[in-house]
């Protein structure tokens, strides 16, 4: 279990975590022990914490409300539980002056931001760490309630997926926590490795495809024997929304990109393109409509893209030069209809969602957003994250397909679907500002 434990100062945040690792053999990260000499949450004490593959984590935190809110965010998002220690006020207070390495001031001021601050927007399982007459709580009584809090869903989810499965699991972990859905990672008595998908109550947005649908496009490519490998799904539920596959063994493409060598990203590249286009001669438009996903045949941009690029083009807060290009590659687009390709699409095809292992793609996952569409949505990310090496791709989707595509319409539908992320980046200034200039420059000579 992963746990982030944090509260008002003088609630035993760190006490518990050093007793959590002592007692019951949790990994332990204290934030601000972890940050003495370093500047930022992206420190490579806190980075190699993350990376760590123990099971069972606890990070304690005496964050500061808004200033760190992107950093909690962040652990929540990688699957922690986040626990608010709270309790007696003044009693907190006497043990936290007691430390006397931090001034009554700063004390009072941080007090005064918790008590303005909007603390259930993270949905924190809050604690009391105090006795009714102000003295600490036994450490185990503590931990006990810890457990009680946040074992019970998650027993009755594993035991779910036992049942599923048809063999007990070894282990279970949280392994990421997305917008839609949670991802558990998990091991069995005989080895095998799986992931599990399972659709969150509280979900931030109604996703393309719910978890059914994606699963079962998942199972139809899968059985297609393609050149690079569908995981296996091994079970389907209605009821709750979930699905588990084979674990996929290898790293992100995100993370191992630098380290490859010219050769093989080209080589990666050329493997991509030829399976775009085995895609779409393997999976029929007929397939889509008996699985369910959704069938565009329009030669417009996706509706909310085109939303966003109204609104962007009168931002007086977006530079200029942006807006010129912007409205540049819409001339572009809306010129280039003319023999258009449609097919099936993975439509979120990106670096984190392509597996490397060995220097070589061991899998692709998260059919989400897959579509029956026109084909110039499946390379927009492409383009964006590896301007440099996308015509690699494009040129052996080409080759492999039989189909001529028009190079301009490609990056101006890259352009627009990401000019809000562009535009975020450069009204943030510092090196995303740098970042989105970059991006500027570089979409100006592909459309040159």
């Not at 370093?38 to 123990?54: K, M, R, V």
């Not at 083009?313 to 819409?330: F, S, T, Y």
């Not at 220097?359 to 492409?382: H, L, Q, T």
Request: charged share 30%.
């Amino acid at each position: 279990m992963k746990i982030l434990i944090t509260g008002i100062p003088g609630t035993g945040k760190t006490t518990i975590g050093n007793y959590l690792a002592l007692a019951k053999g949790y990994e332990h990260l204290d934030i601000e022990e972890a940050l003495k000499g370093h500047d930022t949450t992206g420190s490579e004490i806190i980075q190699n914490f993350i990376d760590s593959p123990s099971e069972n984590k606890v990070i304690t935190w005496g964050f500061i409300p808004e200033i760190d809110d992107n950093g909690v965010k962040k652990f929540l998002d990688l699957g922690y539980k986040m626990i608010w220690f709270d309790g007696n006020r003044n009693a907190a207070r006497k043990a936290f002056l007691k430390r006397g390495d931090v001034p009554v001031e700063a004390l009072d001021n941080q007090m005064v931001k918790i008590e303005k601050y909007n603390l259930e927007k993270f949905k924190p399982i809050h604690i009391n760490t105090f006795s009714n007459d102000g003295v600490f709580l036994e450490k185990e009584i503590i931990i006990e309630t810890i457990w009680e809090y946040t074992s019970d869903e998650e027993n009755s989810l594993k035991f779910k997926i036992q049942e599923f499965l048809g063999k007990e699991i070894t282990q279970f972990a949280l392994k990421g926590k997305g917008a839609v859905s949670n991802a558990y990672y998990i091991e069995t008595t005989d080895g095998k490795k799986y992931v599990v998908k399972q659709e969150r109550i509280d979900k931030e947005f109604q996703p393309q495809n719910d978890l059914v649908v994606e699963a079962k496009v998942a199972q139809q490519l899968h059985g297609l024997n393609l050149s690079i490998p569908i995981p296996n799904v091994i079970f389907i539920s209605e009821n709750p929304k979930m699905y588990g596959y084979e674990y996929v063994e290898g790293d992100l493409m995100r993370g191992i990109w630098d380290s490859l060598s010219e050769n093989e990203k080209i080589d990666i590249c050329r493997k991509l393109g030829h399976f775009h286009a085995e895609i779409g001669k393997k999976f029929t438009k007929e397939m889509a409509k008996v699985i369910g996903i959704k069938i565009d045949m329009s030669a417009d941009l996706h509706s909310e893209v085109s939303t966003d690029y109204n609104r962007l083009v009168l931002d007086m807060n977006v530079p200029e030069n942006l807006k010129i290009l912007a409205k540049e590659a819409k001339l572009i687009f809306n010129r280039t209809r003319d023999n258009l390709v449609f097919q099936f699409l993975h439509n979120d095809s990106h670096h984190e969602n392509i597996i490397i292992k060995d220097k070589m793609i061991a899998g692709i996952i998260d059919f989400g957003n897959a579509e029956y569409g026109e084909i110039a949505k499946e390379f927009s990310r492409y383009i964006r994250d590896y301007p440099e090496y996308f015509q690699h791709i494009i040129s052996t989707y080409e080759e492999a397909s039989g189909n001529k595509l028009s190079y301009k319409r490609l990056v101006s539908n890259a352009l627009i679907s990401g000019f809000i992320d562009i535009a975020e980046d450069y009204s943030k200034g510092g090196e995303n500002r740098k970042r989105a200039e970059k991006a500027i420059a570089t979409y100006r000579k592909l459309l040159s």
